[in-house]
């Protein structure tokens, strides 16, 4: 079906858009930019570590320029630094494990100095970085609690000086009885799944989704995880950013469309 209105593809689409804070905001104004509404409904958000001590420790060390690199692998990781006031010298340069968390850190005013070209995974950006730092150098690897510790182990092994913090403890964040129902009932044409996070709280959040609720995966990472989780996806983004989700939802027709064209 040809779309005559290609600079509004998503004209009548209600899209619920997963995270808040700026990122949320960022990714909102996309969709109304197309012409779809904004759901914004955060499943997820960061509860403070356990070891408030040792993130303390390490952000002081941060700002005072102890690290060559300091390793962002999500966008959460973002919001927690933002909510500390995490100062990253110059001469510290960031990794972030993808498009998705390197927009989150210029969301917020991080400068990004790498982003794993191939494979948006921890093991993708431990092989690039290893390629790209010869010498042993120290890094900073902000982690999630449920993270394992993938990365930190293969820079260890190539003969880096790596601090492992957790930063945050991922949390659910129940949506409201209006979202929930909007949901069921077909009022929410499209859901961003952004995360294996956020695809568990889809599941477990929304246990009756019809099925002609389109709903996009912003990577095949992502996409893995959400099978996992039992949710059946619909289409997955060519590429682990939120443009690249966006074009993928607008290569469909809105749901119910047919329905109300017919006589």
Do not use: C
């Amino acid at each position: 079906m040809t779309n005559t209105k290609q600079d509004r593809p998503l004209d009548g689409w209600r899209i619920l858009v997963p995270r808040g804070g700026p990122w949320g905001d960022s990714v909102a104004a996309s969709l109304r930019a197309q012409g779809a509404v904004p759901v914004v409904a955060p499943l997820i958000n960061f509860a403070p570590t356990t070891d408030q001590a040792a993130l303390d420790v390490a952000l002081a060390q941060l700002a005072g320029g102890s690290y060559d690199w300091l390793t962002v692998t999500s966008a959460t990781t973002v919001d927690v630094m933002f909510a500390h006031r995490a100062v990253v010298p110059r001469s510290t340069r960031i990794a972030a494990v993808g498009e998705t968390t390197a927009a989150a850190l210029q969301a917020v005013g991080y400068e990004v100095a790498l982003v794993p070209e191939q494979d948006n995974s921890a093991e993708g950006m431990a092989e690039q970085l290893i390629a790209l730092e010869t010498q042993p150098r120290r890094i900073l690897a902000l982690r999630s609690e449920i993270a394992k510790p993938v990365l930190s182990v293969l820079l260890q092994e190539a003969g880096h000086d790596v601090d492992s913090v957790v930063a945050y403890r991922t949390v659910g964040v129940p949506v409201t009885d209006r979202i929930k129902r909007d949901v069921e009932n077909g009022r929410i044409n499209a859901i961003l799944i952004t995360s294996g996070s956020v695809a568990a709280q889809v599941r477990e959040q929304f246990p009756e989704i019809p099925d002609d609720t389109l709903l996009a995966a912003i990577g095949p990472r992502t996409a893995k995880d959400a099978d996992k989780a039992g949710l059946p996806i619909t289409v997955v983004a060519d590429k682990q950013t939120v443009d690249a989700l966006i074009d993928a939802v607008s290569s469909f027709t809105l749901p119910h469309a047919a329905d109300e064209l017919a006589p």
